[in-house]
């Protein structure tokens, strides 16, 4: 087990983390998704060693992780924090940033890492400018680059994604489940989106004011959410009422063509493209609004089949 924590709280004139406890293996990133303040970033200021729990431990390869009130010097070499913070030495260039994260690599190696991290952050054409003048985008890719350049055993990232464009999010996203595979590194990603982690997390858990509400695997949070505020977290979600039940699903999970006991009369209302596929707006029997993905528009369908992935 590389990272456990054990009954984690916070408070500061209010209970902002209430009895976290969970574990991160070697080689596992776990998404934390839940709505902003909510205490998200604050977990992982406490994991990182950047501040001190109110109760409850953090453990990094079974020792403890101590915090500000034990260091004069907060933080652990082998947790490696990506915040909106960015702490960035801003009147060292981009290239001076990267290489001071690697001089514990030989010249040959550091060098080789410092142009392969700046190509991955795509941040070549600003490589001797002072991190000062980067603009706010420019400065997380500089922070997430530094925190690579550590090769840390456990990377926590908090909202790593929102400054990027799709094309760079997908980039990024796969060199870093490279590293996770090759070195080891355990991954705690932390996002309002849930839709941003259902292809990277091998577990995620579901947080709600400063408590754990669910631990669970992508797939089962996406097509079996036990409510629909947990459900709007990873993406569209449809709810209907039938046989005086309320069902939930997916935008996809439908058939056209079979009759279950889950059938519906619908009434089109409008298309839109999306690119990959259609979002159909329909009306149900009992005027609920409800979106269908499909490949083609759906404008002649009067009624459809709700198929559960699960």
């Known amino acids: ?34 709505k902003s303040g909510i205490g998200k970033t604050t977990l992982l200021k406490i994991i990182a060693g950047l501040k001190d729990p109110s109760a409850g431990n953090v453990f990094f390869q079974d020792a403890k ?26 009147y060292h260039t981009v290239e001076e ?10 010249r040959k190696e550091r060098d080789e890492l410092v142009v392969e991290l700046i190509d991955l952050v795509e941040l ?46 997908s980039k990024i996203s796969n060199y870093i489940l490279k590293l996770k595979k090759k070195r080891k590194m355990g991954i705690i990603l932390v996002s309002h989106d849930g839709s941003e982690v259902l292809s990277l997390a091998n577990k995620i858990i579901h947080f709600e004011k400063g408590e754990i509400k669910r631990i669970d695997t ?49 009434k089109f209302m409008e298309s839109e493209f999306s690119g990959a596929y259609f979002v159909n707006h329909f009306l149900t029997q009992n005027k609920e609004k409800i979106r269908l993905y499909h490949t083609e528009i759906l404008n002649e369908t009067k009624e459809i089949s709700i198929k559960k992935r699960n």
């Open 1 to 34: 087990m590389l990272l456990k924590l054990e009954g984690i709280c916070f408070s500061y004139e209010k209970q902002i983390l209430n009895n976290i406890s969970f574990s991160l293996d070697e080689g596992e990133l776990i998404g934390i998704v839940g």
């Open 65 to 90: 992780v101590l915090g500000p009130m034990f260091n004069l010097v907060p933080g652990h070499e082998d947790i490696q924090l990506v915040n909106q913070d960015f702490a960035l030495d801003i």
């Open 97 to 106: 940033n990267i290489r001071e994260k690697a001089l514990y690599l030989p």
């Open 124 to 169: 070549d054409h600003v490589k001797n400018h002072k991190a000062l003048i980067l603009s706010g985008g420019e400065q997380q890719r500089l922070c997430l680059a530094r925190a690579l350049a550590c090769e840390p055993k456990v990377l926590l990232l908090d909202e790593p994604f929102v400054h990027l464009d799709g094309k760079l999010r």
């Open 218 to 266: 992508p797939l089962n949070f996406y097509f079996d959410s036990k409510t629909i505020k947990e459900a709007e977290l990873f993406g569209d979600i449809n709810k209907v009422k039938i046989g005086g039940k309320s069902i939930l699903f997916r935008p996809n999970e439908f058939e056209l063509t079979k009759q279950n006991k889950l059938s519906l009369k619908v």
